[in-house]
């Protein structure tokens, strides 16, 4: 692929679908459509959910679900990157000498492997099912640095900082937030909260970012949907809601109203950084 200017669009694609537990071929199937889907549509990037080929609540059936990171699903994900001609990011369990871990996988364009990162922050009953990575990932790509995160990674802003002070230019979140009638009705937590929290990382960072989330139930609870590609200011360019299919955007990463807004959100460089440090009492 051609590298892009830098002044030119770059057209990025979030899909969104119900991974059905236990049914690879199935979910590998319902991933390929919506991929394509994309790619008839100009994508250059796209993200999918975490965990997007087996479905999320699967611990009592890791051993056979998880797969290494060159195996038969990486397989089909490499070739499907390859026919589309697309960078491609996939959540899913990989397995490496007995462990897994809740991972997300990025192709090029040739369909070559170009990163594992593993979920640094794993959240609740994860810390029974999988390991933690200890590694942010940042990859150089002729489409812009693409930073690597999972899911609950979106809650801690330093993670996320992280990733811009690497360079990021575009930060990809496969995720699969869920919610119950508890979480639902008594706090809020829906859609539209993990949307705005896509926007927060976003406008806080000043970075382009897409998130990718599932829908559909599973083991009780409901997937959130509104996968969405933000600007940098915050402003969702575009958004799947709740319903099965792929939103898309074109991101420019040098303009002129970049550079006015970039001029006016000047919030990365009025940090103070010596007044957040906390000084050991002991």
């Not at 790509?141 to 690597?148: E, H, M």
């Not at 993990?194 to 083991?219: F, H, K, P, Y």
């Not at 600007?231 to 991101?251: E, N, R, W």
């Amino acid at each position: 692929m051609t590298a892009p200017k830098r002044t030119e669009p770059v057209r990025v694609a979030v899909v969104q679908l119900h991974p059905v537990p236990d049914d690879i071929a199935g979910n590998i199937e319902r991933i390929s459509t919506l991929v394509r889907g994309a790619a008839a549509d100009g994508a250059k990037l796209v993200v999918v959910p975490e965990t997007a080929t087996t479905g999320y609540f699967i611990a009592d059936r890791l051993d056979r679900l998880a797969e290494p990171d060159n195996g038969p699903t990486a397989t089909a994900l490499s070739a499907l990157a390859r026919d589309c001609a697309l960078y491609l990011v996939v959540g899913m369990a990989i397995s490496d000498a007995g462990t897994y871990y809740d991972a997300q996988l990025l192709f090029g364009p040739e369909g070559t492997p170009l990163a594992i990162y593993r979920k640094v922050h794993l959240f609740s009953a994860e810390r029974q099912w999988y390991t933690a990575g200890d590694t942010p990932v940042v990859v150089d790509t002729p489409i812009g640095k693409i930073g690597l995160s999972i899911c609950y990674d979106f809650i801690f802003p330093e993670f996320i900082r992280c990733l811009v002070d690497l360079g990021a230019d575009i930060v990809v979140n496969s995720t699969n937030w869920i919610s119950d009638d508890f979480q639902r009705d008594t706090w809020g937590w829906t859609g539209s909260t993990v949307e705005s929290l896509a926007r927060t990382r976003a406008l806080e960072n000043g970075v382009w970012l897409a998130m990718a989330n599932c829908i559909g139930a599973e083991s009780g609870f409901d997937s959130l949907g509104h996968s969405c590609v933000v600007a940098p200011s915050g402003k969702v360019l575009a958004s799947a809601g709740t319903g099965d299919g792929f939103a898309a955007a074109d991101i420019i990463y040098e303009s002129d109203a970049l550079m006015r807004w970039r001029g006016i959100a000047t919030y990365r460089d009025d940090r103070r950084r010596e007044i957040y440090r906390i000084e050991s009492a002991g």
